[in-house]
Nanobody, 125 residues
Framework: QLHLVESGGGLVQTGGSLRLACAAS????????MGWFRQAPGREREFVAS????????YYAHPVKGRFSISRDNAENTVYLRLNNLQPEDTAVYYC??????????????????WGKGTLVTVSS
C-alpha cells in the first residue's frame, strides 16, 4: 500500500499562488508515475498534471499549462504542484495519485492505483 497525504491547499485571491505537496509512504515512491487531479463540485475528477518516475517527463492539462508546475523529489518521497495565477475556475479539491504501470502521459483518474484524500483550493474573485 502506498499512502499519500496532500497538503498546501487554502483560500487565495484571483492571481495568487499556492504550492501543494503530496507526501508518500509505504512503498518505493520512485516506482510510481505521479499525477495531480482535481474535482470541482458537481464535476468529475479531471487530470491536471503528471510526472514520470525520474521527474524528467512532465505533462499538463491545457487549462493549466503555463500556470502550474509539477515536480517531484524522490529523496523526500514527495510530489509538488505549484499553482500560479490562480483563477476562480481552479477552485476544486486537488488529489494526488500514483500509478505503477502507466506512463505519465496516459494517466487517467479511473486507472490510478492509489489516491490521497485531497486538499481544497478555493480561489476568490
Amino acid at each position: 500500500q502506498l499512502h499519500l497525504v496532500e497538503s498546501g491547499g487554502g483560500l487565495v485571491q484571483t492571481g495568487g499562488s499556492l504550492r501543494l505537496a503530496c507526501a508518500a509512504s509505504g512503498r518505493t515512491f520512485s516506482d510510481y508515475a505521479m499525477g495531480w487531479f482535481r474535482q470541482a463540485p458537481g464535476r468529475e475528477r479531471e487530470f491536471v498534471a503528471s510526472v514520470g518516475k525520474t521527474g524528467s517527463n512532465k505533462y499538463y492539462a491545457h487549462p493549466v499549462k503555463g500556470r502550474f508546475s509539477i515536480s517531484r523529489d524522490n529523496a523526500e518521497n514527495t510530489v509538488y504542484l505549484r499553482l500560479n495565477n490562480l483563477q476562480p475556475e481552479d477552485t476544486a479539491v486537488y488529489y494526488c495519485g500514483a500509478d505503477l504501470l502507466t506512463a505519465p502521459q496516459f494517466l487517467e483518474a479511473s486507472g490510478m492505483d492509489y489516491w490521497g484524500k485531497g486538499t481544497l483550493v478555493t480561489v476568490s474573485s
